[in-house]
């Protein structure tokens, strides 16, 4: 089985984080490094690729040059090419114009004929799970959502979705987009012998040209939706600090009484 994973490079949770007052989009300057969450998905199409012996595993991200580090560590991995999709006019899509240039994306991976196409439940900058469900609807395919297992028999995709009061079995015909939690596996660290080998695996870098995508569709101008404006969260202030002298219980229950945690 052949399958595509959707991917996103985003700004290291680590690093100072901040909106571009020039057009109060995410200042993508800083560190930046492929979304954790996405990290689920790769693993588990290397397993299903594994399992039965054939196939390949294709990620294919959208985003300025630095996202090739997100595709460059799933490659890592070991996934088995990538696909970048980098151009100007797509700066400031937002999950409308995304989706769209990734369902123009996959299409064009696969020939117009996706088996499975596999995603992070949600990006871990802008926590946007929505792009999954509306690439599904561009690519014309049944999605099943936040995944915490996953099993592809004969034609058909099954997955357990786990809720607040209980947990759903749900099946898909084939070809199907899936998204998947951080509960469905536990990534993989790239090996040594990983990380040589990705250095020799196919990159291809596609415009919005090459996928028949007008630049006035995608970008900022495009975006129904945007930030329009932000600002800096306060200094956090010093902590009461309590000298337990034998009553640090009670006056920890009358803090967070106070707080109206009790």
Known sequence: MNIVVCVKHVPDAQSDRTFQESDNTVDRAVDGLLSEL????????????????????????????????????????????????????????????????????????TDGSPELVLTGMSST???????????????????????????VGEGRVTIRRDGDVASETIEAALPALVSV?????????????????????????????????????VGLGAAWTSVVAFAKRPPREQGQIVTDEGEGGAKLAEFLSAQKFL
């Open 38 to 109: 996405d990290e689920y998905a790769v693993e588990e199409a290397l397993k299903i690729v594994e399992a039965a012996g054939e196939g390949e595993v294709t990620v294919v991200t959208v985003g300025p040059a630095a996202a090739a580090d997100a595709l460059k560590k799933a490659l890592q991995m070991g996934a088995h090419k990538a696909v970048h999709v980098q151009d100007d006019a797509i700066h400031g899509s937002d999950a409308v114009g995304t989706s769209l240039v990734l369902a123009k994306a996959v299409e064009k991976a």
């Open 125 to 151: 900058d802008g926590v946007m799970g929505v792009v999954p469900a509306m690439l599904a609807e561009r690519l014309g395919l049944p999605q099943v959502t936040y995944a915490s297992e996953l099993t």
């Open 181 to 217: 939690t951080d509960q469905i596996n536990e990534p993989r660290y790239p090996s040594f012998k990983g990380i040589m080998a990705a250095k020799k695996k196919p990159v291809e870098t596609w415009s919005l040209a090459d996928l028949g995508v007008d630049a006035d569709d």
